[in-house]
DNA sequence: TTGTAGGCGTTATCAG
DNA sequence: CTGATAACGCCTACAA
């Protein structure tokens, strides 16, 4: 068994007695080679355990055959969110035979584009995308492959795959508004993200006011920064100053098990005295007690897509459909039901008798 | 604005009017290159916008400087724990300018080996750990540097990361005993891993065999698979088998949410009938209702520190420690109480007047 | 169908 | 301190 870390193609097309050009062939699965060769060849390559040097192959072939996914989120805790789209898009790319990275560090535009500069990768995947991005103008310029995980106000030329929070948000109220509720509250990004531009933020709220419209709702709405430690104290606040809630829709993914929280806190049943809609991926609404109801938030696929229109793009092969908006699939569990009776007084004297 | 893509040092080089082997000592700040030199190719190189091409520098250079982090699951539906391993390993590998890699095909022992072949990494996080690793005992032949997150039966010349489960197990029975508990079970994962040697397996099975010893306890022991979609059935088994438990310690982190999910159904209140012990992410212990009291399982700290610990092999730094054994930490949350009074009527009063 | 030779963009050795 | 020049291992016209 020879120490086959310093193998080249030269050594192998030796040991074939063919030249390297051949094995070259070989290597990358050419047409024009007599298939008795290849055989023979094969068998050499794989006696010798060969593994062609990939950077060599990359250098030569000036074409990284990499690509990245960039998180621009620098928190250590991470959420299924992530993860979905991590494993989704690393799983495509090793299905491509394309090397998948992670990029998890504060990415300056100079940074960014030097990742295409220096060859390192091909392409990228942005996550976390605004509505005027200036990533995505500054890659659109010199026309660096990429394809998104969100998408722009203008989109024109660009690749993405996104979720369609607009409807996910009419249907969330749609749902309600059907088992009968009138008072829903609707506990949205900052207004700080929907100034910024932060697409699902500005998209989320979009839905919202077409809801309120279509169903002639008060809007009782409350705002949640993402990443908040601690939402009960709004929570109280949101029931403290709206005691007719009996409904409550939350787009924040991570956020709404806080809510839930507070609220089995507060001693509210859901969904007896309040029902819930959320967007969530299948992990956090089974995960939760009551299981949510909820429009299941695919990040697995998405980034799986994502990473398959990435390389179909490099590929040069024809890209079918180059802009995805996944529509929202609401799933009832547990978490919603009828308007409560107008008389709570059930619950008040379960509560002392618990005492 | 120069089209930077295809600058080379050869161009940067005539444009600062130096050699190539300057600019080339100067892009890995060598100390043997004048100071007013340096300054002025550094100029040109910013103006330029130039990014050496990273295939060929570590084609010369013979190092790859890309560690990847091998995922040997295949499920889609991924946890927290593989994501704080993920984030944690990347981050570590971005601090160091290291390209960080992940990889999550079903990774045959060839292609673990082209890996390093190819040259496309240089060094390997191993996860899921068994305590005869075939993978460790191929890479230890050749001589290839890895690290791993879990640690084998010999471990002599190996570099490691581990929790400390045999010890998590004790200080959680320690702590059910210490408020009285007396009838604990034990949700171990199941034997099938233990014989495969599955290391947290065959660990906290050990940890588990002494705490009963040490506390003089009745074994009570459930086996439960893991990414076993329901396990209600084990717990009703459980419960049903076994009506004086008060106590229960878990280990498998992700299942653990089912088992309390189950546990509601069947109306039991946790912590008042039933205590509960786990080992989980804080994250995980957080989001379940209620908060559980665990041994906090560091996935980020245990990925940032394998990735650090890999780099630094590569880099022929001398390693401090290389084998880390994290002892274990318990947190007391919502989910542990004092052994209820033995006549337990006051839940079934309560259930009674909730119909 | 196969072989020859030049080049991919760096690094590294060795003079100067 | 700086500059030629030979690797590094492979790909790809072009020629045979």
């Not at 030569?60 to 621009?72: H, V, Y």
């Not at 659109?140 to 989109?155: E, K, L, S, T, W």
């Not at 409550?248 to 709404?256: A, G, H, K, P, S």
């Amino acid at each position: 068994m020879p120490e086959s870390h310093d193998i080249t193609i030269a050594e192998v097309a030796q040991a074939a007695g063919v030249s390297v050009s051949t094995v070259s062939r070989i290597l990358n699965n050419r047409p024009d080679v007599a298939e008795a060769t290849r055989q023979r060849v094969q068998q050499v390559i794989e006696d010798l355990g060969f593994s062609p040097h990939a950077q060599a192959q990359r250098l030569a072939a000036g074409k990284s055959r990499s690509i990245a996914l960039l998180n621009p989120l620098q928190v250590k805790v991470m959420t299924y969110l992530e993860m979905g789209f991590f494993v989704g898009a690393a799983n495509a790319a090793a299905e491509e035979n394309f090397f998948f990275s992670l990029a998890t560090r504060p990415i300056s535009e100079d940074h960014l584009l030097s990742l295409y500069r220096s060859a390192q990768v091909d392409g990228v995947i942005l996550m976390e995308v605004y509505m005027n991005d200036s990533r995505v103008e500054m890659l659109r310029q010199h026309n660096y492959p990429f394809v998104m995980i969100g998408h722009c106000a203008n989109n024109t030329g660009l690749h993405f795959i996104d979720f369609d929070f607009e409807n996910a948000i009419i249907k969330a109220f749609d749902h309600l508004v059907e088992l009968g509720h009138q008072h829903i509250a609707f506990m949205a990004f900052s207004t700080q993200l929907q100034q910024a531009g932060f697409g699902p933020a500005v998209r989320a709220q979009a839905g919202y006011k077409k809801a309120l419209q279509k169903h002639g709702l008060e809007a009782i709405c409350v705002e949640v920064d993402m990443g908040v430690p601690d939402i009960s104290g709004a929570v109280v606040q949101l029931l403290d100053e709206h005691p007719e809630l009996t409904g409550l829709v939350t787009v924040q993914i991570e956020e709404t098990v806080g809510v839930i929280r507070a609220l089995h806190q507060l001693g509210k049943t859901i969904p007896d005295d309040i029902s819930v809609v959320a967007i969530a991926s299948e992990k956090t609404a089974q995960i939760v007690t009551p299981p949510l109801t909820a429009t299941n938030f695919p990040t697995y696929e998405m980034g799986y897509r994502a990473s398959k229109m990435l390389v179909n793009l490099l590929k040069k092969e024809p890209l079918e459909i180059s802009q995805v908006l996944l529509p929202p699939d609401l799933i009832v569990r547990q978490s919603t039901g009828p308007v409560p009776n107008p008389a709570p007084k059930r619950a008040a004297i379960l509560a002392d008798t618990a005492r």
